[in-house]
Nanobody, 126 residues
Framework: QVRLVESGGGLVQAGGSLRLSCAAA????????LGWFRQAPGKEREFVAH???????SYADSVKGRFTISRDNAKNLVYLQMNSLKPEDTALYFC????????????????????WGQGTQVTVSS
């Protein structure tokens, strides 16, 4: 069992940066693939970034070149560095763990993830 806890959200001006962290408060996620998702009010949860157990990553087109996902298995942490933030990045951000470990054709679907955190709010002002 893995329990995930996100942190690092906040209010930032457009063009600014934030780094989100996701910790495994219980269990270890070294063998899991990890994803970041976000959900804005009235919208569906959407994929942001994914990292495999071996460190390979992929991104949604809307964040490519601005966001970077990374992981530190020794510390049981996964990060999302967000630069050049835009008002449309405002959302509740979640991390999630997929026990398959790799990148699959459905890795952008929330339904394949086994464990979720409670989310951290990111608000970008214009």
């Amino acid at each position: 069992q893995v329990r995930l806890v996100e942190s690092g959200g906040g209010l930032v001006q457009a063009g600014g940066s934030l780094r989100l962290s996701c910790a495994a408060a219980e269990g270890r996620f070294s063998g899991y693939a990890l994803g970041w998702f976000r959900q804005a009010p009235g919208k569906e949860r959407e994929f942001v970034a994914h990292i495999t157990s071996s460190g390979g990553n992929s991104y949604a087109d809307s964040v490519k070149g601005r966001f970077t996902i990374s992981r530190d298995n020794a510390k049981n942490l996964v990060y999302l560095q967000m630069n050049s933030l835009k008002p449309e990045d405002t959302a509740l951000y979640f991390c999630a763990a997929d026990n398959r470990g790799g990148l699959y054709s459905d890795s952008r679907r929330p339904g394949v993830y086994n464990h979720w955190g409670q989310g951290t709010q990111v608000t970008v002002s214009s």
